[in-house]
């Protein structure tokens, strides 16, 4: 089983930047992929990056293009999703997941494992 533990959230101004960390665990096989999601209250679970194994491909949902970006540490088994010049509709529960093939990586239905979330609160 994989665990997945995201962590880094709280409240920050509008503008500030901040950094999440989701630690993998567990019975992971080599090269998963690992997508960033969010969830606001009352909409649906969106997807926000996604990173390959090697972290040479990402993807990005186009209202977070050069504002976000997904990293990752496999020596440490810690992905990272670093936010800059925050909003406040970025307001949400962000989620991590993962899962072993790419393919339509934008979809949440794709991943296997998921985190139990981190609150990021971005106030105008």
């Known amino acids: 089983q994989v665990q997945l533990g995201e962590s880094g959230g709280r409240l920050v101004q509008a503008g500030d930047s901040l950094r999440l960390s989701c630690a993998v665990s567990g019975r992971t096989r080599s090269n998963y992929v690992i997508g960033w999601f969010r969830q606001a209250p009352g909409k649906e679970r969106e997807f926000v990056a996604a990173?390959?194994?090697?972290?040479?491909?990402?993807l990005y949902a186009d209202s977070m293009k050069g504002r976000f970006a997904v990293s990752r540490d496999n020596a440490r088994n810690t992905m990272y999703l670093q936010m800059n010049n925050l909003k406040p509709e970025d307001t949400a529960v962000y989620y991590c997941?993962?899962?072993?093939?790419?393919?339509?990586?934008?979809?949440?239905?794709?991943?296997?494992?998921w985190g139990q979330g981190t609150q990021v609160t971005v106030s105008s």
């Open positions: 997941a993962a899962r072993y093939t790419w393919d339509r990586a934008t979809m949440a239905s794709n991943y296997d494992y």
């Open positions: 990173v390959s194994w090697s972290g040479d491909t990402t």
